[in-house]
């Protein structure tokens, strides 16, 4: 699950991935083996909905550095902010400053190539949520010193913690939050496989009890002509002929005396078909868009998930969850380089978020549609050199017109080394936790507060469960 860079090389982990995420073109369709006994249990708890809504997860893949995103710029917390940072410090006259109402009157600043960033928040489409986490009870640099309250597993581990902010539970975990907001949802959905869509491979959060994530990739629903064994296209499973049409028969042929697993596995496949020719047939009758997104890998995305919203009532969905990502943020080294850089990485979300803004308000669905920023953690305050190492806490944004925006919602910590949230080298022991992030936007979704356990499972441990900054 590892995405801090590039991905991993073809081969059998590979080939295994792949028909993991081939099962994941279904919705709720994968049958009894996709079950839980907890399915019962949401499947009572569906909520009947009338209107649009839909909520996309910006992940960014690495460990985005959080002490150059929002940078204190009151002169005496901008002295000890560049002391501790050294070298990796943003200049103070190159920051674009603003007061948040909720901060104790300090000034913050944004690095003024975010100027798209700092527009979004100025005109209160944009809100950020400060020293942000995954965590399961409040908890004190004593306690974390002292190992005297549970503490989210393998912290600073790269794929554990892509999992937690997720999926609440590190790498393997079998259900994440989005999907699991699908689950209670789905059935306002007249074809429920597109309640949870990725466009950014496999991800933990789009799967429910119930829901998983379909695939489509930036130019349309996934191509599964590989997935058919073609001398012209491939050279089979494992280059073997026996493999191959082994393989045939199980995802294609309802073979009689085929094992429990057979057929389903069989039946997995040809539904994910349907879904994908549905959903290509519905953006096909869509336009394309081009020219109003960058031409990046992030902008891409987003512009796909604009005209996946735009054939929305063709798929009949009232409700869905998106996952698109961009990697590349694990900055041990080259935090100050150019467009590979902490800042050109910035430049490319800030210009592609702005175009998915202005859409939204063009297409009248600002106030329907919620993006949000996630990381698996932030980074030391300290420089080893060149960049900076993994970190715990970080700070998110959340953007459209139904955010409180022009504001940073959570404490903003003191940036400095050895603080009262510093549990090493400036690294952050994070004071709001993702619960409280997914409490709030899962109230504004329509998930009913009894209900938010079955999504945030630690937000009976936390105040307030709502963070406020949902209008």
Not at 23 to 51: E, K, W, Y
Not at 250 to 266: D, P, Q
Not at 373 to 379: D, L, Q
Request: proline residues 6%.
């Amino acid at each position: 699950m590892n995405r801090s860079d590039a991905p991993n090389p073809a081969g059998r982990r590979a080939f295994l991935r792949q028909a993991a995420a081939f099962g994941s073109l279904l919705g709720p369709a994968a049958g009894p083996l996709a079950l839980s006994l907890g399915a019962a249990a949401t499947a009572a708890s569906a909520q009947t909905v009338n209107d649009y809504k839909a909520l996309v997860c910006v992940f960014l893949w690495g460990g985005a550095d959080n002490a150059n995103i929002l940078v204190p710029h009151t002169l005496p917390d901008y002295n000890r902010y560049a002391a501790a940072r050294t070298n990796l410090a943003l200049p103070r006259n190159e920051l674009l400053s603003f007061v948040p109402a909720n901060q104790g009157g300090r000034s913050l600043g944004l690095h003024n190539s975010l100027s798209a960033l700092k527009s979004l928040y100025d005109r209160r489409r944009l809100a950020f949520i400060a020293n942000i986490g995954p965590l399961n009870q409040p908890t004190t640099l004593t306690e974390y010193a002292a190992g005297s309250v549970p503490l989210p597993p393998k912290l600073f581990s790269h794929n554990d913690q892509q999992s937690m902010w997720q999926a609440f539970a590190p790498e393997g975990a079998p259900y994440g939050w989005g999907g699991r907001i699908g689950d209670l949802l789905a059935s306002n959905n007249g074809l429920a496989g597109v309640t949870a869509i990725t466009l950014d491979g496999y991800a933990a959060f789009l799967n429910g009890l119930q829901t998983l994530g379909a695939r489509v990739n930036a130019w349309g629903p996934l191509d599964v002509s590989p997935w058919l064994p073609n001398p012209d296209s491939w050279n089979g499973l494992f280059d073997s002929p026996v493999a191959t049409e082994a393989w045939r028969k199980l995802v294609m042929e309802r073979e009689t005396n085929a094992s429990l697993i057979e057929r389903e596995y069989g039946n997995v496949r040809r539904r994910g078909v349907q879904l994908n020719d549905e959903i290509g047939r519905a953006l096909a009758a869509v336009p394309g868009l081009g020219g109003l997104f960058p031409d990046s890998r992030l902008g891409s995305q987003l512009q796909m998930v604009a005209r996946l919203l735009l054939a929305r009532n063709s798929l009949r969905a009232k409700r869905q969850v998106f996952f698109v990502g961009i990697g590349g943020w694990d900055h041990h080294s080259g935090l100050l380089n150019g467009g590979t850089g902490h800042l050109g990485l910035m430049q490319s979300v800030a210009a592609s978020l702005s175009a998915f803004d202005a859409w939204l308000s063009s297409a009248g669905l600002a106030n329907n549609v919620t993006t949000f920023t996630a990381s698996e953690f932030g980074r030391t305050l300290d420089s080893n050199g060149d960049g900076s190492d993994h970190g715990w806490g970080s700070h998110a944004m959340v953007m459209g017109g139904a955010v409180r925006g022009g504001n940073v919602y959570g404490t903003m910590p003191v940036v400095d080394l050895d603080t009262s949230t510093d549990v090493g080298r400036g690294s952050l022991l994070p004071t709001t936790s993702v619960d409280q992030l997914v409490s709030t936007l899962a109230l504004w979704f329509g998930v009913p507060d009894a209900s938010l356990a079955l999504v945030a499972p630690n937000i009976s441990r936390f105040t307030p469960r709502n963070l406020g900054f949902m209008a």
